[in-house]
Structure formats: C-alpha cells, structure tokens
C-alpha cells in the first residue's frame, strides 16, 4: 500500500513539474559481418548470432578468441556447409550460447562441441516447423531449398557428412517484430506461404546466384512474401562479401535494382560490415 501511495506521489509530483514520463520502445538491434554472418541483439539484451562464419571469412571484424562466457545466448545455423555453419560449435564452447539447428546436423554438433571444452547439452535439435525460446524471442526453423552437406573445417575442406534439410528462420522478438531469415535458399513458392503463415517485416535473403538465388529471384521472394502480408516494408541482402567477392556473386545493388523493377513498397537496406542498425516493424 505505502509503494502505491509512493508511486501515485510521484507520478503527480512528476506532472506538476511538467515531466513527460515516456516507456523507452523496445528496439532490435542487428550488425553483420559477411556471407551471412549476422548478430542480434533484443530489447532485453539477448544476443542472437546467425551462421557465425568467422575463420576464413575476410569480412569478419573478430577472432574466435573475441568471444567470452556469456557473450552469446543462442547460434542459429541455416546449414552444415563451412560458410553456413561456421564456427558456431567453437563459439558456442567458448560463450555458453545453445545452438538450435536440425536434428541431423545438430547430432553431429552433439560431438564435436565436446571437443572445444563445450557439453552436448547445448546442442538443441528440431526439425523444419520446430521451436525454440531464448527468454521472450521464439524461433522457429522453416524449409529452405538448398543442400546441407556437413563440412569439416573450412571452405577448402568437401562436405563429408549429411547434414539434415538446410533451414531458415523466423525470429520473433519481445516487440512483436517478425524477422526472416531465408537462410540459403533457391527460389520457391513457400516464400508466398511465408508471407501468409508468418507475416514478416524484415526479410533477409540471399543473393549471391549459383548455389542459391541471384539478386532478381530474391527480389522475386520478396513480392512473395508480400502476399496477404502487409507488414513486410524492409529487406535485407545477405550472403554476399566485401572482401575476397568471387566473380559470379550477386551484389547488394543488384539486388536493390531488382526490386525496383517490380515496384516493392519496401526499404531495401544494404547493409555494411559491422554497423549496427536498429529493426522496427
């Protein structure tokens, strides 16, 4: 009773001085680093990494020994290959962080994190359609048209285990605010589904061509996920390098053109290497 009073007291006594007392809105808040390499940071301080690609990737503004206990809360990996998955079993060992990923690469992680000093109790499988919770985010893994070939150490090295289905995500932070991740994928219809079933708005998609979508599919995905979805008003570029660009990759202002072409009412953000930008719906 006493805090009731103390709290109304304060509230008139704010009032009468012509105090504008404002709830701080919650915000989101995303740096990338290469390839498809993201960060997430939530309103309530969770941190979030995507496909942490770290050794090999020239783009990359961090070593593996920049991690510390703690630093991360939860890895997403879209896929087994070097780029995709990274080195999300090392930084995991190193931070604590759960890694949630398909079963049948997650198995695999089961063992190798044991190896970098980490437990097998991090590990976090499930299956396209599946969920997990990092304090008040939900994810959720969706389909991703594209292969998922476990491959040890870096890109040099072949793929020598399956990997499960590849994957993508849709995060839901504490705000309401839906991200998509389309992780690797090609070009297909489930991106109109997408948009229906989830209603995103952000879309990050990747446009590097050859082993996924060039710049005019993912600018294709994004009318798709457009469908009955009237939230969707920023996509974002990924799987694309600075440093080290080969030469068939597909490029931000290609795909920035793309849209363009097909009229979107959205913001396409490019994004640069280790700026944080802040999401909103």
Do not use: C
């Not at 780029?83 to 049948?104: L, P, S």
Request: hydrophobic share 45%.
């Amino acid at each position: 009773m006493l805090k009731h009073y103390i709290s109304r007291f304060s509230l008139i006594a704010a009032t009468l001085l012509g105090l504008v007392l404002v709830t701080p809105a919650l915000a989101v808040e995303m740096t990338f680093y290469g390839n498809q390499h993201f960060k997430f940071v939530s309103d309530e301080g969770k941190v979030i990494l995507i496909n942490p690609w770290v050794k090999g990737n020239k783009d990359a503004t961090m070593t593996l020994g920049s991690y510390k206990k703690g630093d991360v809360d939860l890895i997403l990996t879209t896929a087994g290959h070097g780029d995709d998955q990274g080195n999300a079993v090392e930084i995991a060992a190193k931070t604590g962080a759960r890694i949630f990923t398909v079963a049948e690469l997650g198995l695999w992680m089961m063992s190798e994190i044991e190896k970098y000093g980490g437990s097998s109790s991090q590990i976090y499988i499930g299956a396209i359609g599946g969920r997990d919770k990092v304090g008040n985010v939900q994810v959720q893994l969706i389909q991703a048209a594209h292969g998922s070939g476990i491959s040890t150490g870096d890109l040099d090295h072949p793929a020598r285990y399956y990997g499960g289905p590849a994957s993508g995500s849709v995060i839901t932070f504490e705000n309401g605010l839906v991200v998509l991740m389309a992780g690797s994928s090609g070009l297909s219809m489930e991106f109109q589904l997408f948009g229906m079933r989830f209603q995103p708005h952000v879309a990050l998609l990747p446009i590097a061509g050859r082993f996924m979508m060039h710049p005019d599919d993912a600018a294709f995905a994004a009318k798709l996920l457009m469908t009955d979805n009237p939230n969707l008003k920023t996509v974002i570029p990924q799987h694309f390098r600075v440093k080290g660009r080969p030469p068939w990759m597909g490029t931000p202002a290609e795909f920035e053109a793309e849209v363009k072409k097909l009229g979107l009412d959205v913001n396409v953000l490019i994004p640069e290497i280790g700026k944080a930008y802040t999401l909103s719906k």
